[in-house]
């Protein structure tokens, strides 16, 4: 049993059924729309759910340490199968993340300028063929399907309108 799991679930799952309570009073549908409760009642429901899934892993009982028996390393006698404190990792630096991201600071502007889905195709070029160095068939064929797809759910299903860019030319806006 880990003690601060069960009291960091606990909690949660008191503030979340505290919450639902008081959303409970409020509308969950108002004119056909979700109401103001719609959203808090789905989070606190969930959010109860969770505490208490973390509490019921914290009661369970621990799976029991397997010790060696016979002889055994003399650096994992010292350390007992741990890595050597003294043995500190090489520097960490995230290229993934940074590159990711400096691809989303870079695409943002680009929507108003060249528009959505030919921003999408050279964030996903970016993405696929540099960062990930994936050049198989399926990736230039998502690297077109996916942002002309999400385009088109967004314009033609949801009814939200995306940046076309400044020549406004085609359906697609490229």
């Known amino acids: 049993m880990r003690r601060a799991d069960v009291a960091f679930g606990s909690v949660v799952a008191i503030v979340a059924a505290a919450v639902l309570i008081m959303a409970w009073q409020m509308p969950f549908y108002l004119n056909n729309v979700p109401g103001p409760g719609f959203l808090p009642r789905i989070i606190a429901f969930v959010l109860l759910i969770l505490g208490l899934i973390l509490v019921a892993q914290s009661l369970r009982p621990s799976i029991p340490e397997v010790r060696a028996i016979g002889v055994v390393n003399p650096i994992e006698t010292k350390t007992h199968g741990k890595p050597d404190p003294k043995e500190i990792a090489p520097h960490f630096f995230p290229k993934k993340t ?28 970016y993405l696929l063929l540099y960062v990930e160095k994936r050049r198989s068939v399926a990736s230039y064929i998502a690297l077109v399907a996916v942002p ?21 030319t085609g359906i697609l806006g490229i």
């Open 98 to 125: 940074v590159a990711v991201f400096i691809g989303y600071v870079v695409a943002v502007p680009l929507f108003a300028s060249i528009g959505f889905v030919l921003t999408g195709v050279l964030l996903m070029a």
């Open 148 to 168: 002309i797809a999400i385009y088109l759910l967004f314009v033609q299903v949801l009814s939200i309108e995306l940046p076309t860019g400044l020549l406004n």
